[in-house]
């Protein structure tokens, strides 16, 4: 050995003396995270429910704002994946904890005595042979629970980690769809976009493919990359999908375990897991209810309680519309219809002058306005900021968005009904109120039905036409006046 390499080997030598001093005390590590993830995850999942409910509600309707629907669908698609693995952390998690403190047990045991006297216990026939051999000694549990909980925490985030690549990999695939999508609903068919649609659909049936094989070859413990010919055309598949799946992170642990412990072992565990978590979504969605109708809104026999002001959870949002009540006591009936980011399409088509209406200028509008009004101190800048046919264009634009609604009671059209913009107290929902008197309609049971003009989602994406357009019921439910 020459001098040159001995400050190297030193310095490994002093590396893998750390290693094995973290390994030693890894356990105070992992019941450190263990116990603070598990607070984590059993606060954050209802937090994280909410800000996606806001999210999904707010800012990601498919077809909103040219939005493509396919593109929400992933994105989704994804914020909907995320409690499920929350879930599935969580379980594995509860299990490491409770493996890890029955550990602790042990060793606290250990210290009174280590010792079984089967002399002393006097087993008899077969069980004298069979009970030494089998049973493990303390030392040998101690041992045994401290390697199964180590890569159980390990194996909790690498199983993590790949529902995450998968679902990143969906999500890419469902987003090329959309090009087809887009490409065939095209206003103008001609041999280029064919061809170019053609292209795409190949492209995305070619991605789905090699992801198919990707995954394929992870879940039979990399069995194509030890394929003397199919290797070298797998290189490059590997290459590709390490970066989108961002398996670089935690292909690591993956290639430890594989290497490490049997493939019936990887296996059974791995079994064992997805029965958990199956068996916990399971009894999430069991119904025992096998005579109890699906909910419903458009329907008087069924009462649906977010339809309703006081009846509605803080945290629900305004779907389609609201009543302050399910009783009318001044015999006025305040009906809040909502917006829809999914209708920007009708009413692009219907109001093309409704579109971005404000009263405030752009930010050069106010550059000018300051300018001006630093020249004649006689002006004022929001009067030279306002436009002053805003109010004009508010009546015109709410009279217009507003024809893509009927409102019925008993059966009788309301026609003439006046609107006004609001924003709901309940989540900041945006919509458009009216109030209706009702008081002639007489004490009692009264049935409101409220239809709205459609389009389908293909529609949408290649831009909505009149011949598109249906009306359609969007909810009934009963009110009684007092």
């Not at 909980?149 to 987003?175: D, K, P, Q």
């Amino acid at each position: 050995m020459t001098n040159s390499d001995r400050p190297k080997d030193k310095d490994e030598s002093k590396l893998r003396r750390w290693v094995a001093n973290l390994q030693l005390e890894s356990w105070q590590l992992e019941l450190l995270i263990t116990g603070f993830s598990i607070f984590l995850l059993a606060t954050g999942i209802g937090e994280y429910n909410d800000i996606n409910r806001n999210i999904q509600e707010n800012k990601l309707n498919p077809g909103a704002n040219g939005i493509n629907p396919l593109l929400s669908i992933s994105i989704n698609f994804i914020l909907d994946t995320i409690p499920i693995g929350m879930k599935f952390f969580l379980i594995n998690l509860l299990i490491h904890l409770l493996l890890r403190g029955f550990w602790i047990g042990i060793v606290g045991l250990s210290s009174v005595s280590n010792f079984i006297d089967y002399d002393k216990l006097g087993f008899k026939g077969k069980f004298r042979k069979y009970m030494p051999e089998n049973v493990r000694s303390l030392d040998e549990l101690i041992v045994h629970l401290d390697k199964i909980s180590s890569v159980i925490f390990a194996y909790t985030f690498l199983l993590v980690f790949s529902i995450v690549s998968v679902v990143i990999v969906f999500a890419i695939g469902v987003s090329l769809m959309s090009l087809t999508v887009i490409l065939s609903t095209a206003s103008e068919l001609t041999i280029w976009i064919g061809v170019l649609n053609l292209l795409a659909v190949f492209l995305v049936i070619f991605y789905f493919i090699l992801a198919i094989i990707f995954f394929l070859d992870t879940l039979f413990f990399s069995a194509f990359k030890k394929s003397k010919w199919f290797s070298f055309l797998y290189y490059p598949i590997y290459r590709f999908f390490s970066v989108i799946t961002l398996s670089i992170l935690y292909r690591s642990i993956y290639y430890h375990l594989i290497t490490t412990y049997k493939k019936k072992q990887i296996i059974g565990v791995s079994s064992v897991l997805l029965v958990v978590l199956l068996i916990t979504l399971k009894a999430d969605a069991l119904d025992v209810n096998v005579f109890y109708p699906e909910r419903t809104n458009i329907s008087e026999r069924y009462m649906v309680e977010e339809l309703y002001d006081d009846l509605r959870a803080e945290d629900q949002f305004i779907h389609q519309l609201s009543l302050p009540s399910k009783y009318v006591k001044n015999g006025f009936l305040e009906l809040f219809l909502r917006y829809n980011p999914k209708d920007n399409g009708i009413l692009e088509l219907l109001c093309p002058d409704s579109y971005k209406l404000s009263p405030e200028g752009g930010v050069m509008q106010g550059f000018k306005a300051g300018m001006q009004a630093q020249m004649d101190t006689t002006l004022n800048v929001d009067d030279l900021m306002r436009d002053k046919n805003y109010e004009s264009r508010l009546v015109e634009s709410i009279a217009c968005q507003t024809q893509i609604f009927e409102v019925y009671i008993d059966g009788m059209l309301y026609s003439n009904l006046e609107y006004v913009y609001k924003t709901h107290i309940s989540n900041g929902e945006k919509g458009y109120l009216a109030v209706i008197d009702v008081l002639e309609l007489g004490r009692g049971k009264h049935l409101l039905e409220v239809k709205k003009l459609k389009a389908p989602s293909t529609a949408r994406i290649r831009g909505v036409e009149a011949a598109d357009l249906k009306m359609e019921s969007m909810s009934v439910l009963n009110f009684w006046i007092e």
